[in-house]
T-cell receptor
Framework: GESVGLHLPTLSVQEGDNSIINCAYS??????FIWYKQESGKGPQFIID?????DKRQGQRVTVLLNKTVKHLSLQIAATQPGDSAVYFC???????????FGAGTRLAVHP | NAGVTQTPKFRVLKTGQSMTLLCAQD?????MYWYRQDPGMGLRLIHY???????AKGEVPDGYNVSRLKKQNFLLGLESAAPSQTSVYFC?????????????FGPGTRLTVL
């Protein structure tokens, strides 16, 4: 079936290092790809999205890269901070069906 | 603005009991969604609504019903709760048009069915 998945369930990084969280997807018809951050006990929070016809988009300290050839999406966080510790989800949006399909999530642990 | 709010925050039910989860948003959003999140998994869409008076099924609609009588409210009902419905339930809302990608999530309702 069509799904969005993640390579690594847990990522541990040192404070100040750059983090890269990866995601594989299988649906070529997706219109947008989106990254969400979920802190413990809270709902997901939108971080950044990228349209399917783009390959890179930058935000504040975050960059999303999209490689449609290999159906791979990544989230890069620069100068990772303790406050970045959370579970990160990639999701794909298909306008036709008007819904998000979420991956399983990657836990990012930032150590001092 | 309160954003998206959910009530209750926690609930414990016995098998066969019914309950309604309430979601409210004050951002005048057209779209509203109900998701469930099970341990170690991403969110799965239960039902959604693209406007007042309309609802549609998501990925996992069985055992749930919804209603959108007012634009700002989206109700999720469990008619006869089952242990498999033990989960954390999140409501979300979003605007229509534009990228429409930013869904705003509520804080979640933790439901346990015994």
């Amino acid at each position: 079936g069509e799904s969005v998945g993640l390579h690594l369930p847990t990522l541990s990084v040192q404070e100040g290092d750059n983090s890269i969280i990866n995601c594989a997807y299988s649906n070529s018809a997706s219109d947008y790809f989106i990254w969400y951050k979920q802190e413990s006990g809270k709902g997901p929070q939108f971080i950044i999205d990228i349209r399917s016809n783009m390959d890179k988009r930058q935000g504040q300290r975050v960059t999303v890269l999209l490689n449609k050839t290999v159906k791979h999406l990544s989230l890069q966080i620069a100068a990772t901070q303790p406050g970045d510790s959370a579970v990160y989800f990639c999701a794909e949006l298909i306008f036709l069906y008007n819904k998000l399909i979420f991956g399983a999530g990657t836990r990012l642990a930032v150590h001092p | 603005n309160a954003g998206v709010t959910q009530t209750p925050k926690f609930r414990v039910l016995k098998t066969g009991q019914s309950m309604t989860l309430l979601c409210a948003q004050d951002m005048n959003h057209e779209y509203m969604y109900w998701y469930r999140q099970d341990p170690g998994m991403g969110l799965r869409l239960i039902h959604y609504s693209v406007g007042e008076g309309t609802t549609a099924k998501g990925e996992v609609p069985d055992g749930y019903n919804v209603s959108r009588l007012k634009k700002q409210n989206f109700l999720l009902g469990l008619e006869s709760a089952a242990p498999s419905q033990t989960s954390v339930y999140f409501c979300a809302s979003s605007t229509r048009g534009g990228s429409g990608n930013e869904q705003f999530f509520g804080p979640g309702t933790r439901l346990t069915v015994l």
